[in-house]
């Protein structure tokens, strides 16, 4: 399938590739179970092309990269009956867009000429579903035909995310690359049938390799991430939170001029807070970073991102003696003799001086306020 | 014109490396980076908010927020060492709720101010600071340490609130890995000992502790504090620093390579430059601490991924993979980089011999703790 946006290589963008599965037909409980399909003790999902959808939506809608605009987008999406796909996404998709062997196979190729026709690309792989991790490198996706009736392997209805990783990471094609795979880690009774990969989808692999090429693999051993119905997976949502959010946003530096979302923060923040989502729900999921590392801007904000921001003064008797000066880095005064606690307000992300004037029998103070996306939430005790 | 300030960074570090190379941000009150500096470096600043931060020996970003104006000279110390006591990087690091303070462990807020006295008083705000000890056992969980292999206890510590911490020094003569078997509530959980041969007690020593993961009572294993450079790496590993500890790397070549003052710390080195694809040309190093140190297993996973590379070296890579099969990692990563090679190994031949190697890592992969940065492996005990 071609990209669902107007392809230009003329000059250097960025390239993305998203794969999401939900459906599968030839499991147990699917339209057309196989034996073999029957034998790994699978389930539906029916979150999971959900999730790759809401990916590529704000890769089209909120993507920001002025040095590599989005100039190519594939999606490839197998939803379950019922599933919600974000309508814009759901709109641009042609009929055949479901992700079987042959459609992955046909859109890799396209991806791959895309990615190779510039050196200054970035290439953005993302890839949810059904997976076999066994190791902390490297990922097998499960598409929709796995399983099928006929198939000469095992892994013939499968994509290996590491081998067209390693074939994507060479000196020749996009150098700065992001790679999230969304998959869950099978049960070890399962994951140890798949110790060739024979038959899986892959590339070859060049020598060398690109400048920046992370790759996240989320893994769980639950079902419950991809479980919960009308959402998106934990590792989306962490995913989407860093983005959307601000949640993994850092200040300008380097070459950027904007706030951005770089490699090292990602590596920070996306473990964490897919580790506390799956905490939240009961469940124990990590995220491996494997790839090279290398920094690089995934994201940037055209403007700065704004901040919930809620101050609390303790004890609650200090709150009708004490006024509140809010005031930028620069001196511009936002908030001038506030006397409503909490403080709630939304201001651009920054340093600012909080001044609180007490009257007896508290002290006045001033500190310094260091408010970063997506929420500020503080409490500031007056003695 | 206006008069600038001055503001000089000093870095409290057990190593002189470490301070002398560890990089300092200075960043304004919109978060742009504005400068950065070593060690002692003076920065001319114009009046207003600034971050000033570095990560430090703790794998902790340290900050000090500061209101310069009126051409105030000031001296700024940001010191790890009082963290250092009780802090470690948990397996959870960042709550739900995001904090002005998400990505950073330690702050303070200082007001510098020359010329007239400001009327308020100068406050000091903790801006949610999470103390981050990760080590909450439940309560009256007895954990029994069982057997050690290759190492040997040398102290144990338990705290008023009843924690305890197992300090190992290595055996005089090794001839694989060191590890510890514990015993927790009818598990019994092997975890390899990060020690080192070359020194004395305290600098070739280890530290095991206990920490919740996602509910479950689990032992992280540190390298003692004492070896500066590799306790370093390996907090900044955790946290998830991975482009700070691979600088370390980088930068303590000698410490790490030449002198083999610690061949545990070289071999996290090592694994740190394979991580950033910047391995290859240390290979002479791999090959030496292969060679020079057999009973650590993982160099040789790292040298056979080298030379995996090449058709000529194929031979030797498979050997040294093959043997690598056959004892214990110290690193969760190594053994996952031999899974990953053994499966996709890029030459023909030699198959029968791979397949019983996969097999038997195989067999391992169901009791490995992914989350563990040291290799861990959990077993239920029979009734």
Known sequence: MPSIINEDLTQPGTHALIIGVSLYPHI????DPTPEGESFQLEQLSTAARSAAEFAAWL??????????????????????????????????????????????????????????????????????????????????????????GQLSRLQGAIDMAAVHAGMNHPGTAQTQFWFVDACRQKPAIARRFETLTGALALD????????????????TGSLAYGRLGGESLFNEALMWALRQAGAAEGPGGDDQYWRVTVTQLIKVLPDRVKALAAAHGENQSVDVAGKVHEATLHTYPKTPTVELHINLNPAAAQNKSQANLAQGNGQVILLNHNQWPLVTEVAAGLYTLSINATVPYHSQMTILEIKPPQCQTAIEML | MAIKNSVTVQLKSSSYMLGETSPIEIRDSGFNLVKQLLRGQRAELDDGLYEISAVLEDGQKHRHLVHLQGGSQEEITLDAHEAMQTVRPPPQRVKLASSPAAESDHESILVFTAGAASD??????????????????????????????????????????????????????????????????????????????????PLNACEVVTIMNAGALELRAWISHERTVASTMQHMLAAG?????????????????????????ALLGALLLQKIGQLEPHRGWVRNLASDFDWLNDSKVLLALLLSREEAQQDEALTLALRASTKPMMFTESYSLLLDLLRRWPWPGRQDERHTALESLAMMTPYTNWDSMMFYQMNTLKE
């Not at chain 1, 190519?72 to 999406?77: A, D, M, N």
């Not at chain 1, 055949?96 to 791959?112: K, M, P, W």
Request: hydrophobic letters at 40%; glycine letters at 6%.
């Open chain 1, 28 to 31: 147990a409980d699917g339209d």
């Open chain 1, 60 to 149: 089209l809608n909120e993507y920001h990269s002025p040095k590599a605009p989005l100039r190519s987008l594939r999606v490839l999406l197998s939803p379950a009956p019922g599933e919600q796909l974000n309508a814009v996404i759901q709109a641009l998709l042609p009929p055949a867009h479901a992700a079987t062997r042959s459609a992955v196979e046909q859109d890799l190729v396209g991806f791959r000429a895309a990615c190779d026709s510039h050196r200054d690309n970035v290439a953005i792989v993302y890839v949810a579903g059904h997976g076999v991790q066994m190791t902390k490198h490297g990922s097998v996706l499960l598409l929709q035909d796995f399983a099928k009736q």
């Open chain 1, 205 to 220: 692999e060049p020598n060398g390799n690109a400048e920046a090429s992370p790759l996240f693999l989320a893994a769980t």
């Open chain 2, 120 to 201: 308020m008083d100068m406050a000091s705000l903790d801006l949610d600071f999470e103390p981050s000890s990760g080590s909450a056992p439940e309560q009256g969980v007895p954990i029994e340490l069982a057997e050690s292999h290759g190492a040997v206890l040398k102290e144990k510590r338990t705290t008023a609130a009843g924690d305890s911490s197992w300090f190992f020094e290595p055996s005089p003569h090794l001839d694989s890995v060191p590890r510890a078997d514990f015993l927790i509530q009818g598990r019994k959980i092997t975890i390899s000992l990060p020690v080192n041969p070359e020194g004395y007690y």
């Open chain 2, 241 to 265: 620093y991975i482009l700070h500890a691979a600088r370390i790397a980088s930068e303590a070549g000698e410490l790490l390579r030449d002198k083999y003052q610690d061949p545990t710390g």
